[in-house]
Each structure stands twice: as structure tokens, then as C-alpha cells.
């Protein structure tokens, strides 16, 4: 949610180019309202929102119980501005201007944070499919979907790192064991197996998306 138009415009465009899903709002009971729904991972909060500011907004979004990890884009820059943000439970603090490299480091910080797999969870569901880590079985509704053993490891290796970006060189090395990084396209064949057994539409993927130039990230 951002005040400005053309930076709310700017920085949807720019999130969804690295594999975000995005909705906006240009006012503050807009983005509460769509807030308080649940179905979102995080939240990009402007302190200065008509009608409804960006702080009132946090501060309801955490009296309703709402844990989505929050963001909040401010120009003011003062220690004492920063400390009222985050006691309203914002989780992070980006002052304006800023670069979008640093806010998207942020993003994949505290998605990482609050959605890693729990210590000891032996299962992962995202939209109808059910990964069993422990039984290292995965079913799509009804019927078990078959994968082989590096398909599984690449598929629960996503699952660990949900919402990061994570380039082919690095899962050459974490999921294949490479300690070098040889001219390959396993990744990509293997990620097109995976999109073609759990995406509904394997050519417009919504878990395992491409972020052109670097790699994938798993949104699951």
C-alpha cells in the first residue's frame, strides 16, 4: 500500500517482475480491508495513506490478530519515528528513498523468517498439494504425485527457503552437491519436471516462478 501513485505503480511492477504476486490499495481503509482477509504473505505499509494512516493501520491489523509480517516505508527518519512504527508491530523499517535491491532484501528476510517449515513437521500443504517429508510422498488431492528422488530433494530444498530467490549456481551446490558450478541445465529440466506434476498450468507457474537473470523462487 503506498501514497503515491507512481511509486505505488513503480514498486508493484518491480515485485511482480521478481515473481511476486501483488495487490495494491491507494488508501488506508482499502489496505486494511484487504489486509485483514488473511490471504496475504506480507505487507508493504506507507505511514502517509488517506483517509485511514499507514501506523492505525498496522497497529489494527496486530489488535485483530493479525501476525502478516509488515513493512512500513516512511521519508521520516528519525530514531524516535522508527521506535513508534515498530511498537505499532511493524517488523521492519524502510526509509524513503531507498533502494529496491535493500526493500526486496527485507521482503525475502521476513518471509523467510515467519514461513519456515516448523522444527519436526513432517508435512507442507500449499494449494491442494500435501508434501509428507517424513514418508517423502507428495499428493495432489486425491491421487500421489510421483517424483523422483532429486525431483523430492530439489522440491523440499523450495520448501526450506520459501520466498527466496535462489540461483541455479546455488542449487547446483545445495541440492546437487556440486562444488563447482559446470555449464548445465539440470536445474531448469528439473524444476520443468516439478512445474509439470504440481502447477495447474505449468507455462504461467504460481509456486515455482522464474526470476529472469538470476533463478527461481518457490511461493508455496
Not at 507442507?124 to 495432489?140: A, S
Not at 541455479?168 to 531448469?188: A, C, H, I, K, Q
Request: hydrophobic share 35%; aromatic share 10%; proline share 4%.
Amino acid at each position: 500500500m503506498e501514497d503515491a501513485d507512481s511509486l505505488r505503480a513503480a514498486l508493484s511492477e518491480w515485485l511482480q517482475g521478481e515473481g511476486y504476486g501483488v495487490e495494491t490499495a491507494s488508501d488506508g481503509e482499502e489496505g486494511f480491508a484487504k489486509a485483514s482477509t488473511g490471504f496475504f504473505d506480507l505487507v508493504v505499509l506507507d505511514v502517509m495513506l488517506p483517509g485511514k494512516e499507514g501506523l492505525a493501520v498496522c497497529r489494527d491489523l496486530r489488535s485483530e490478530g493479525h501476525d502478516v509480517p509488515i513493512v512500513i516505508l516512511t521519508a521520516r527518519s528519525r530514531t524516535e519515528d522508527k521506535i513508534f512504527g515498530l511498537k505499532a508491530g511493524a517488523d521492519d523499517y524502510v526509509t524513503k528513498p531507498f533502494e529496491t535491491a535493500e526493500l526486496l532484501a527485507r521482503i525475502e528476510s521476513l518471509l523467510r523468517r515467519h514461513r519456515v517449515t516448523p522444527p519436526g513437521a513432517t508435512a507442507y500443504t500449499f494449494g491442494d498439494i500435501v508434501v509428507d517429508r517424513r514418508g517423502t510422498e507428495v499428493r495432489r488431492g486425491a491421487e500421489t504425485v510421483d517424483l523422483s528422488t532429486k525431483e523430492f530433494q530439489l522440491l523440499e530444498y523450495f520448501i526450506e527457503h520459501r520466498g527466496e530467490t535462489l540461483s541455479r549456481e546455488w542449487l547446483l551446490r545445495e541440492v546437487w552437491g556440486y562444488r563447482s558450478t559446470p555449464s548445465t541445465r539440470t536445474v531448469d529440466v528439473h524444476v520443468a519436471w516439478l512445474r509439470r506434476k504440481l502447477e495447474n498450468d505449468p507455462r504461467n507457474p504460481v509456486w515455482i516462478v522464474t526470476v529472469h537473470g538470476f533463478g527461481y523462487r518457490f511461493t508455496g
